[in-house]
């Protein structure tokens, strides 16, 4: 399993930055987040933190992003970059993109697509942590998660993909059991709720529904990987 991800804002308009922040502390697999108003404060705050990944805007006080993006590049910086500038001319972009941006965004940045391109990262992460080596359709998985995201999947109503990719989250240990009651808790969610995106899960094969029949009352289902 692995840690939690610490992430770096470089935003110099302070509000917006909150904003941000404020959304990716509800997303699951997020620890610390900082916040650096201009390219000197993000510098120190790399120097010193070193988070797994930064959302970058290009258009600081005191210079470009891109010009932090090829320093990164340059120290080979083992972190995540991801670029959020209302820059959409072509010559941005592909400096971003040859200098290794995980993602482009382009503002104002609408959160759920956002939401997509953390939840990638964190995939493309997993994958990378723990192998020495990777099979063909492990490495097809990555770049597909890095390069072209993942396959649009139309969900049902009542189905949020931020909240089904925390509810799988809880089974990455596949030694993991839980109820509705236990889930519910731990995204801080209604047991309803819950209940709804286990059984969507179980009935996509997911997980695993089992039913468990107790001495007294009534059975209790239980969930796992």
Not at 155 to 179: E, Y
Request: some cysteine.
């Amino acid at each position: 399993m692995t840690e939690p991800l610490t992430l770096l804002i470089v935003e110099d308009e302070t509000l917006l930055a909150e904003m941000h922040a404020e959304y990716i502390r509800r997303m699951p697999g997020f620890s610390q987040i900082w916040l650096a108003g201009d390219l000197a404060q993000a510098r120190t705050m790399i120097e010193r933190f070193k988070p797994g990944l930064i959302l970058l805007d290009n258009y600081l006080p005191d210079g470009k992003g891109l010009t932090l993006l090829h320093e990164l590049t340059q120290a080979r910086y083992p972190g995540g970059v991801v670029f959020t500038t209302a820059a959409s001319d072509m010559e941005t972009v592909s400096e971003a993109v040859r200098c290794g941006a995980f993602d482009y965004l382009i503002k104002p940045v609408a959160y759920e697509r956002l939401g997509q391109t953390l939840m990638r990262y964190q995939q493309r992460r997993r994958m990378l942590v723990g192998k020495e080596s990777a099979s063909q359709r492990q490495i097809d998985e990555m770049f597909n998660a890095y390069a072209r995201g993942e396959p649009k999947t139309e969900l049902p109503t009542g189905i949020d993909p931020l909240t089904l990719n925390a509810v799988q989250k809880l089974f990455t240990d596949p030694q993991v059991q839980h109820t509705a009651e236990t889930v519910a808790r731990a995204l801080t969610i209604s047991r309803t709720t819950a209940r709804r995106y286990l059984e969507y899960c179980a009935s996509h094969h997911l997980i695993v529904a089992q039913i468990i029949h107790g001495k007294v009352g009534r059975p209790q289902r239980i969930y796992h990987g």
